[in-house]
Structure formats: C-alpha cells, structure tokens
C-alpha cells in the first residue's frame, strides 16, 4: 500500500477493503470514502509482547488501525515526512516516529542492549531515545516524521557512518550500531550538547539523518 507525497508534511495513502494500515492516533487529516479508525490496544501486529515491550521502556506509541475503501491523508505536527519501502527488510525506528504504515509488515520491538551490549544500553540512556527501538519487517512502506527533512545515507561493508545521535531517525538493512565517544572524558565536562556522543553505524545498509538535532 504505497504513500503518495503530497507535500514535505503529508502523504496521501489508498485504502482497500480486506487491508489494514496502522497510523498514530491523531495523525489523519482528512478522508474520502468508506474508511474506519479504530484505536488498537495490540501494539499491531506486535501482539501483546510488542506492546509489554514498549510499555515498560515507556515507549509506548498509540496506533489505530485504518481499514475500509477510500483515500486517507495523513500528517503530524507539522513534521517533515519521509517515505520508506521495504522489500523484505527491517527497518528499526523509534516508536514515536512512526506516522503510518502497512499492515502487512510485521512489527516488534528490539532490546537495544542486543546491538553493541552494554554501550547499545548507555545509548539508550545517553541520547533519550529509550532501551527499545520498533521494528518493521516484511514487503510494504513506513512513513516516519522527523524535523527539517531527511536525507538516506547508504552504508558499506568497511565504510561506516557516523550520526549525532540526536539527528538520527531510521536505519535498516544488516546494520550494527554501537556508542562512541567523540572527545575525552576531560573535555565533556560541563558539556551538554548530544555532539560529545556519536553513533557508529556499520555493515550493509542505510540509515535516515534529519536536518535538525531537536526530537520529536
């Protein structure tokens, strides 16, 4: 079920009977046709141990489900949006960055203490974006929203990407991502800023910037 963009802040999706699409609540702006919202208490296609999972990291995203015929446009706060296709892949974004997507993909979420061990935990703790990331696997596409655009960065086998962690929005493909350090300890006293942590991210892949270090 692809998304058209209609602008840089809302993409228009077409709905069809016997297919279902999960939104975050209050991210439909307008709709024509037979389509229904129902919130889902399910976490998708999570199941109940997606949703534990998020709710215990306090990550939890409110979604509904979109299901009917017609054409749904879609739109949050104003955010940039970005459209990604996934043909077979996992795509690994943070819960609340999700605006919308197929209800074909299978969704769960990652520990991310399982990429990097320990240092994948004080990622979590040092940049805010939690212990738990959300997946998305499977054939279809994932709208996600971030501030000031977003720009798609390939990743190489023995090429590796740095990103502030702070401007990182997405990434997929057989990526691993671990903590590193950008100045010494000496020099990160008294500062505050996201820059004295970088997040190295390694293999085969891509992974989503946006043009701004502020979070959703």
Do not use: C
Request: charged share 15%; no cysteine.
């Amino acid at each position: 079920m692809p998304f058209q963009e209609i602008n840089s802040k809302m993409v228009e999706a077409h709905i069809r009977p016997g297919q279902q699409m999960f939104s975050q609540r209050g991210a439909m702006l307008a709709y024509k046709g037979e389509v229904t919202f129902t919130p889902n208490t399910q976490g998708g296609q999570g199941g109940i141990g997606s949703m534990i999972g998020r709710r215990v990291a306090n990550e939890a995203a409110p979604l509904m489900t979109v299901e009917g015929s017609g054409t749904v446009m879609f739109g949050h706060g104003g955010h940039h949006i970005q459209v990604i296709n996934l043909a077979g892949d996992t795509l690994y974004v943070e819960a609340d960055r999700l605006l919308a997507f197929d209800g074909t993909l299978q969704q769960g979420t990652m520990f991310m203490g399982s990429q990097g061990g320990v240092m994948g935990m004080v990622r979590g703790q040092v940049t805010g974006q939690g212990l738990f990331t959300t997946t998305l696997k499977g054939h279809g596409a994932v709208a996600v929203m971030a501030h000031g655009g977003v720009v798609e960065l390939p990743i190489a086998p023995g090429r590796p990407i740095h990103v502030d962690p702070q401007a990182y929005v997405a990434h997929h493909g057989d990526v691993r991502n671990k903590l590193s350090t950008a100045l010494g300890w000496r020099d990160m006293v008294g500062r505050g800023s996201g820059e004295a942590f970088q997040l190295e991210l390694s293999g085969d892949g891509a992974v989503y910037v946006q043009a701004s270090e502020e979070k959703l």
